[in-house]
C-alpha cells in the first residue's frame, strides 16, 4: 500500500530563514510524489512533483523539493520564507497502478513569522 | 490552463437534507474522483469513477452516497440524508491514464447545521 507521513504538525520559521517541510513516503514501485499548498478556506495548488530525473525538483513561488531514494523521503524547501508562505502543506504520492488515486500526508502547518 | 470547475463553492444545508455536488472534469480525462477534507484534517479518498461506472471506493463511501455523470461533462456527488459530520471540503478530480495530467477542483464547502 502506499502512504506518506508528515512527521511535524506544525514548523515555525522566520521570514527570511531556510525552511523545510519534511515528508517521508512508502510506496511499491515507482514514486509519483507532490506537494500541494493550501491556503485558509481555499483549495488545493499544485506546487511541484517528482515523477523521474533530477533528484531536486523546483517548483512555483521558489519551493523546491528533494527526492531522496535510500531515505526515502521528499522534502519541501525554501531558501529564504516569507510571511505570505503561511499555510498548510500537504505531501501525497499517486498511486498510478491502480486506478490512480492520491494519498495524502495529514498535512504540515507552516507558520512564517516577520 | 484547462480546469476542474466546481460548484457551488460552498453550501449551507439542514440535516438530513439532499446534496448534490457538482463538477466538470476536463473534457479529455478518463478518471474522475471525490476527495473529502474535513476541516483542519487530511485529504481522503471517498470514490473512483471509470468508464460509466465505481472503479473503487474508500469506507468512508457508504450507502448514503452516490456519484453520476448524467452527460458527458458533468460528474456528481450526492449525498441523500446528511450528518453533521459531513461538513468538510469536498474536492472533485479528473485525471489521464497512467502518470498523466491530474488536477484537482477548488472544493466546494458543505456545511450541514
Known amino acids: 500500500a502506499q502512504s506518506v507521513a508528515q512527521p511535524e504538525d506544525q514548523v515555525n520559521v522566520a521570514e527570511g530563514n531556510p525552511l523545510t517541510v519534511k515528508c517521508t513516503y512508502s510506496?511499491?514501485?515507482?514514486?509519483?510524489l507532490f506537494w500541494y499548498v493550501q491556503y485558509p478556506n481555499r483549495g488545493l495548488q499544485f506546487l511541484l512533483k517528482y515523477i523521474t530525473g533530477d533528484n531536486l525538483v523546483k517548483g512555483s513561488y521558489g519551493f523546491e523539493a528533494e527526492f531522496n531514494k535510500s531515505q526515502t523521503s521528499f522534502h519541501l524547501k525554501k531558501p529564504s520564507a516569507l510571511v505570505s508562505d503561511s499555510a498548510l502543506y500537504f505531501c501525497a504520492v499517486r498511486d498510478i497502478s491502480y486506478f490512480n488515486k492520491f494519498y495524502f500526508g495529514s498535512g504540515t502547518k507552516l507558520n512564517v513569522k516577520p | 490552463e484547462p480546469e476542474v470547475t466546481q460548484t457551488p463553492s460552498h453550501q449551507v444545508t439542514q440535516m438530513g437534507q439532499e446534496v448534490i455536488l457538482r463538477c466538470v472534469p476536463i473534457?479529455?480525462?478518463?478518471?474522475f474522483y471525490w476527495y473529502r477534507q474535513i476541516l483542519g484534517q487530511k485529504v481522503e479518498f471517498l470514490v473512483s469513477?471509470?468508464?460509466?461506472?465505481?472503479?473503487?471506493k474508500s469506507e468512508i463511501f457508504d450507502d448514503q452516497f452516490s456519484v453520476e455523470r448524467p452527460d458527458g461533462s458533468n460528474f456528481t456527488l450526492k449525498i441523500r440524508s446528511t450528518k453533521l459530520e459531513d461538513s468538510a471540503m469536498y474536492f472533485c478530480a479528473s485525471s489521464e491514464t497512467g502518470a498523466g495530467g491530474y488536477t484537482f477542483g477548488s472544493g466546494t464547502r458543505l456545511t450541514v447545521v
Open positions: 473534457s479529455n480525462h478518463l478518471y
Open positions: 510506496v511499491s514501485g515507482n514514486p509519483y
Open positions: 469513477f471509470y468508464n460509466n461506472e465505481i472503479s473503487e
